[in-house]
């Protein structure tokens, strides 16, 4: 009998282990007659990497104007923190909103090396971060750890963007050798690893997977070290600044004048263009497929304009659009109005319901969401920038080539 207890508790214990997260109570957040609906964005809003963070603020913005500012009758709060764009920022803006008991859901982040540590700091105090631009596929893989329970994107698994990069590379350049350069970030390394992947399986040589990091300004001795395998395009998806320092040196370096030169979304944008300068005349990105976008798509950049007197200026505007709208309707469908004004949320209902999204039209496509949060409706292209697209300051909007 003693031997059937004990096996017994063993069996009930390793069972609460594997259940599922949506089975945890996370409590409910009251929100007072008069008192808002407070919601929060991580985003990166300083530094060299501001566009990406602006442009998804914006975003957020839009869609809370168009729900009409209001969610079961009381007004929606937007507060934000600077993720920073690194582990560190990410850790600390997830602190920082884990600590305030009135935030009902989180939008963000933006850059997937502030998504690693933060989203558990976020969901282990019940808050659901829905993602516009976290690409790395790290984050939705069913081995990624524990504590992403809250957790969900709208933009696309770069299992998928790198995949576009190679095809692009070895079918429609007719390269042969390529060579990627890194800085370190879950995003940039997970992205040139499915790059050089698929690259291979196609048929093409890797000739070096390099590295540079996190402020770096001197790219020439990897650049030199690159050019000895006569590469005919470079990978680099990684961000602003380093990215501008690569672009401009490549052209300087011996046997490289004439190499291909590609990056990805997260140096999509007119600030890129201010650091890499002319040098960025020629060069590819792999970005949204922004023609592949529904009809209204034109009507949010219509009031983009309006409101901010600019178009975007990142890739990620219409996801942090769609992420927010997400997050309002849940709370409209899982929201208890009380007598008294009030307004209940059980926090586990409202990540239950994200969770439950099944074919919404959002900004930019027909969003479903799996188990493990990707919602994305993906489409990636091709974009070629050219010399009027650096001296008017703004992205090409129509693909170069698309799958």
């Known amino acids: 009998m003693k031997r059937f207890l004990t096996l017994f508790i063993v069996l009930v214990a390793a069972f609460c282990l594997v259940l599922p997260a949506a089975a945890a109570d996370k409590g409910v957040v009251k929100i007072k007659k008069g008192e808002p609906v407070h919601l929060a964005y991580w985003f990166v809003i300083s530094g060299p990497n501001t566009s990406l963070g602006m442009d998804t603020v914006r975003g957020c913005e839009i869609a809370i104007q168009d729900f009409g500012g209001k969610v079961k009758g009381h007004d929606v709060k937007l507060s934000g923190q600077d993720s920073g764009c690194n582990p560190e920022g990410g850790q600390a803006a997830a602190t920082k909103i884990a600590s305030d008991p009135t935030i009902v859901a989180a939008i963000g982040s933006n850059c997937s090396s502030e998504a690693k540590p933060g989203v558990p700091i976020l969901w282990n105090a019940g808050i659901p971060t829905i993602s516009p631009s976290n690409t790395a596929p790290y984050l939705t893989d069913p081995n990624r750890g524990e504590g992403y329970g809250g957790y969900l994107r709208t933009c696309h698994n770069d299992k998928v963007q790198g995949a576009v990069a190679a095809q692009f590379a070895k079918n429609v350049l007719k390269v042969n050798k ?84 590609m990056g990805a979304d997260g140096i999509f ?75 209940t949320i059980d926090r586990m209902k409202l990540r239950d319901a994200l969770y439950a999204t099944k074919g919404y039209t959002g900004m930019t496509g027909t969003l479903t969401c799996d188990q493990y949060g990707d919602c994305a409706d993906p489409a990636i292209a091709v974009y070629k920038t050219t010399i009027d697209n650096i001296k008017k300051g703004e992205m090409p909007t129509m693909p170069f080539w698309k799958p």
Request: aromatic share 10%; hydrophobic share 40%; glycine share 10%.
């Open 269 to 343: 944008s007119p600030d890129f263009y201010k650091a890499a300068g002319e040098a960025a005349t020629g060069m590819y990105h792999t970005s949204p497929d922004f023609s592949s976008f529904p009809a209204a798509y034109k009507s949010f950049l219509k009031k983009h304009q309006e409101k901010y007197g600019k178009k975007p200026e990142a890739p990620f505007h219409a996801y942090a659009y769609d992420a927010t709208m997400m997050i309002l309707k849940a709370i409209d469908q899982v929201g208890v109005a009380g007598t008294d004004g009030s307004l």
């Open 178 to 261: 390529a060579a990627t350069i890194h800085d370190g970030s879950v995003y940039a390394e997970q992205l040139a690893q499915v790059f050089a992947a698929t690259f291979k399986k196609l048929g093409g040589t890797i000739t070096a997977m390099e590295a540079v990091g996190p402020g770096d300004t001197d790219m020439r001795p990897v650049l030199t070290s690159i050019a000895t395998g006569k590469p005919g395009l470079i990978y680099y998806p990684i961000f602003i600044a380093e990215g501008g320092h690569i672009t401009r040196q490549a052209k300087e370096v011996s046997g490289l004048e004439n190499t291909n030169l």
